[in-house]
């Protein structure tokens, strides 16, 4: 344990998303339908991943588990080949992207963008080092790499084909060439109250490649899975999973020194802390990990979700901010704000004739949630009652947005964030007095 403590922060980062990859691996080996895995994983690499493609009912339990761990190494692999230093940033790409390892992204997908950020390495001569969170943010967009790989311009899936790898190569390095300079903008359209900074570049490719290949090219967009895939689900699995995960990462925690009054620094905090890893040390982030992880695991029980593979991913997807400031304590006023969108418009909508589907278990608003998060700079600047306003914004607007890029860009919910950010944070700034303004 001492040699753990004394370990740099990069290099701890980078144990722990090899432990991460390892669980699901070792996951996928004790799941009831492993015989079946390396033709469950083809069939997940072989067909299109337009969100949400639930991977469990796409190619079986196994198969999704052995993707996520795979994908995991993929990442782990990139920041090793390049020498990268691992910070916070790159906790929150490598969750990321291992989370949608079960519902859109996977090993081959993954790639064409990151070839297209190390080409813009090559042509503007700077260091792959300085670019791995940006090839590992490049792959938001994996659906359409899948898409043109085994559909475009069909309506069904064709298979691998030379025109499709083709067209997939000159798009992945398009968005791939172009992303690192929209990573560099983005915090300014937000102000850094969007953890999810990456989605406003990718998501705003994803709505032009959309307008471009299918709505101009006058190509009909190829339908999302049927909703009846979602019912493929087990609600045991993904918990004692999550649990296991979790409470090892707790108990890492503890066995690293990480005292109760160190982890309440983080939860009372008067400020966001931007790198829990950094500037709280490694025992708190990784004890932030495991309860964190468990707070999450335990709203998605109490609303009745369906724990198919789009939830499992999603657990992750809302955990990669746990390095970068979000824990408990700032995220339960945006689930509040989505709670009580939920009891306020369905009572609206009563009342309107309207036919809601906007429950707060509907698969829709539980991944809304899970980028919501990304809101928690508002909740730890401003209070638990302005972040509850923002949960509840995002809960309105977050089921429009996919209709922007045709369901191809993973990174929905982090747009819609953006958008909130967009039209809330100038009228909070000139209204409403931060929680350390009202200290001092």
Request: one cysteine or more; a positive charge; aromatic letters at 12%.
């Amino acid at each position: 344990m001492n040699k753990i403590k004394n370990l740099s922060e990069s290099s701890f980062l980078k144990l722990f998303f090899a432990f991460i990859s390892a669980c699901f691996i070792v996951g996928a080996f004790c799941m009831p339908d492993r015989g079946t895995m390396l033709s469950g994983l083809w069939t997940i690499l072989s067909n299109p991943g337009k969100i949400t493609t639930n991977y469990f009912a796409l190619g079986g339990y196994a198969a999704t588990f052995l993707n996520m761990g795979l994908v995991g190494l993929c990442c782990l692999g990139i920041y090793v080949a390049t020498g990268a230093t691992c910070n916070n940033v790159s906790t929150f790409a490598t969750i990321l992207t291992i989370g949608f390892g079960s519902w859109g992204m996977h090993i081959i997908n993954i790639w064409p963008t990151v070839l297209g950020v190390v080409v813009y390495c090559l042509v503007k001569r700077e260091k792959l080092a300085a670019n791995a969170n940006a090839m590992l943010f490049s792959t938001g967009i994996a659906p359409l790499i899948s898409d043109l790989l085994v559909r475009y311009p069909n309506a069904e899936t064709v298979g691998f084909n030379l025109p499709g790898l083709v067209v997939t190569l000159l798009v992945g390095l398009f968005i791939g060439f172009l992303l690192p300079a929209g990573l560099t903008h983005a915090p300014k359209v937000h102000k850094g109250f969007d953890l999810y900074s990456a989605a406003v570049p990718v998501c705003l490719m994803a709505f032009f490649l959309n307008a471009t290949l299918y709505k101009t090219m006058g190509v009909d967009l190829p339908a999302a899975p049927g909703a009846e895939t979602l019912q493929i689900a087990s609600q045991s699995t993904v918990n004692i999973f999550c649990i296991i995960v979790f409470g090892l990462c707790v108990l890492g925690g503890i066995a690293l020194g990480c005292k109760p009054k160190d982890y309440m620094q983080l939860l009372c905090a008067k400020d966001h802390v931007g790198n829990v890893s950094g500037t709280l040390g490694k025992a708190v982030f990784l004890t932030n990990v495991g309860i964190y992880g468990l707070f999450i695991l335990a709203y998605y029980n109490a609303i009745g979700a369906s724990f198919n593979g789009v939830t499992l991913g999603i657990i992750f997807c809302m955990l990669c901010t746990c390095n970068s400031g979000s824990h408990p304590g700032n995220v339960w006023p945006i689930m509040l704000g989505y709670v009580v969108g939920s009891f306020v418009f369905g009572w609206l909508s009563s009342l309107a004739g309207g036919a809601f589907a906007m429950t707060i278990n509907a698969q829709a608003i539980a991944i809304g949630l899970c980028f919501a998060n990304g809101l928690s700079p508002v909740a730890s600047r401003y209070g638990w009652f302005w972040g509850a306003v923002a949960g509840l914004a995002h809960y309105v607007l977050v089921t429009s947005v996919p209709n922007m890029h045709g369901g191809f860009c993973v990174y929905n919910g982090g747009f819609t964030a953006a958008v909130i950010c967009v039209l809330m944070i100038p009228v909070l700034e000139r209204f409403v007095k931060t929680k350390s303004e009202k200290v001092s």
